[in-house]
Every structure is written in structure tokens, then in C-alpha cells.
Nanobody, 115 residues
Framework: QVQLVESGGGLVQPGGSLRLSCAASGSIFSIDVMAWYRQAPGNQRELVAAITAGGRRNYADSVKGRFTILRDSAKNTVYLQMNSLKPEDTAVYYC?????????WGQGTQVTVSS
């Protein structure tokens, strides 16, 4: 079992920045991929960014060049640095860990981009 706890969401103006954190605990020794997803009201949950155990990253086209996913293995924490935020980035952001084809999810953190 893997437990994930997100933090760092909030209200920010367009063009601003936020950094989300996801702390993993439990049986974390064989996590294959950690990722951030988001879900806006009325929309399906979508992948925002992912990072493999080997450090390979991929991003949704809508966030490329603005968001960066970072992994601190010593702290068992993954970060999502979000810059140049837009109103359409407003959503609940979820941390995800995949381990042996099993998905674990955090509780979600709200990000609201509004003036």
C-alpha cells in the first residue's frame, strides 16, 4: 500500500505560480511512475505530468513549457511547479503513484486561477 498526501493548492491570479507537493509513504520501494492529474468540474480527469523511476518526464500539451514535475527521492516527494497559470488550469489536482499496475491516489488539492 502507498499513501499519498498533497499540499500547496490555493487561489492565484492569472500569470502567477504555485508549487504542489505530494509526499509518499508506505510501500514505496517499487513505485514505477508518479504523476499529477487534474479534474475540472464537468470534465474527465486528465494527466498533467508524469515522471518515471528512471527520471523520464512527459507532459500534457496544454502545460508544456509552463509546468515542471520534479522528484526528490530522498524525501519521497514529487512536486509540480506551475508557472504562468491560466484560468483554464483551475481544477482539483491529484497525485498518483503506479506500482505493479496498481494505481494509488491522493485526496486532491484545489487550484483556482482567477483575478
Amino acid at each position: 500500500q502507498v499513501q499519498l498526501v498533497e499540499s500547496g493548492g490555493g487561489l492565484v491570479q492569472p500569470g502567477g505560480s504555485l508549487r504542489l507537493s505530494c509526499a509518499a509513504s508506505g510501500s514505496i520501494f517499487s513505485i514505477d511512475v508518479m504523476a499529477w492529474y487534474r479534474q475540472a468540474p464537468g470534465n474527465q480527469r486528465e494527466l498533467v505530468a508524469a515522471i518515471t523511476a528512471g527520471g523520464r518526464r512527459n507532459y500534457a500539451d496544454s502545460v508544456k513549457g509552463r509546468f515542471t514535475i520534479l522528484r526528490d527521492s530522498a524525501k519521497n516527494t514529487v512536486y509540480l511547479q506551475m508557472n504562468s497559470l491560466k484560468p483554464e488550469d483551475t481544477a482539483v489536482y491529484y497525485c498518483n503513484a503506479r506500482q505493479s499496475l496498481v494505481d494509488y491516489w491522493g485526496q486532491g488539492t484545489q487550484v483556482t486561477v482567477s483575478s
